[in-house]
C-alpha cells in the first residue's frame, strides 16, 4: 500500500460515469493514514464520488500542476458525525486560512439563505 502525499495542495481526480477523469487541486489535510478534503456540496467531484468512490491524488501546487507520483486511493462522503474530527484535521493543516475560509462561507451561506449543506468533508484512503 503506497501512502497518500502530504502536500499542501493535492490534485484529486475524480472519474466520470463515462470513465473519463477529472482533477482538481484542492486542501487535504492527513489524517492518520488517510487525508480528509473539503469542498462545496454542489462542486462536481461530489457528484462524481457519489457513483464511484476510485480516486487518484498526486501532490500538486495550487493550479493543479502536478508535482509527483499518483497513487489510487478511494473515497468516501463523510456522515455529520465525523465532521468534527475531519474540520479539525484541517484546522491543524491549515491553520487560520481554513478558519477564515469555512467562516467566510458560514456567513454567505446564512446571508443568501440558501437550503442544505454548503460544504461535503471527503476522506481519501489509499487503495489496497
Known amino acids: 500500500?503506497?501512502?497518500?502525499?502530504?502536500?499542501?495542495?493535492?490534485?484529486?481526480?475524480?472519474?466520470r460515469r463515462t470513465g473519463v477523469p477529472v482533477a482538481t487541486p484542492v486542501w487535504?489535510?492527513?489524517?492518520g493514514d488517510s487525508l480528509?478534503?473539503?469542498?462545496?456540496?454542489d462542486s462536481g467531484k461530489v457528484k462524481r464520488l457519489r457513483h464511484t468512490?476510485?480516486?487518484?491524488?498526486?501532490p500538486s501546487d495550487i493550479r493543479g500542476r502536478v508535482q509527483g507520483p499518483a497513487v489510487d486511493g478511494t473515497?468516501?462522503?463523510?456522515?455529520?458525525?465525523?465532521?468534527?474530527q475531519a474540520r479539525a484535521a484541517l484546522r491543524r493543516?491549515?491553520?487560520?486560512?481554513f478558519t477564515l475560509g469555512d467562516?467566510?462561507?458560514?456567513?454567505?451561506?446564512?446571508?443568501?439563505?440558501r437550503p442544505g449543506r454548503r460544504h461535503e468533508l471527503i476522506r481519501i484512503s489509499p487503495a489496497t
Not at 53 to 58: G, L, P
Open 93 to 97: 493543516a491549515y491553520g487560520l486560512k
Open 28 to 31: 487535504a489535510a492527513p489524517d
Open 103 to 113: 467562516t467566510t462561507s458560514r456567513l454567505w451561506h446564512r446571508a443568501l439563505r
Open 75 to 84: 473515497a468516501e462522503l463523510l456522515p455529520t458525525a465525523a465532521h468534527a
Open 1 to 15: 500500500m503506497t501512502p497518500l502525499p502530504r502536500s499542501e495542495y493535492v490534485s484529486l481526480t475524480t472519474f
Open 53 to 58: 468512490s476510485r480516486v487518484t491524488v498526486a
Open 36 to 41: 480528509v478534503v473539503w469542498t462545496r456540496a
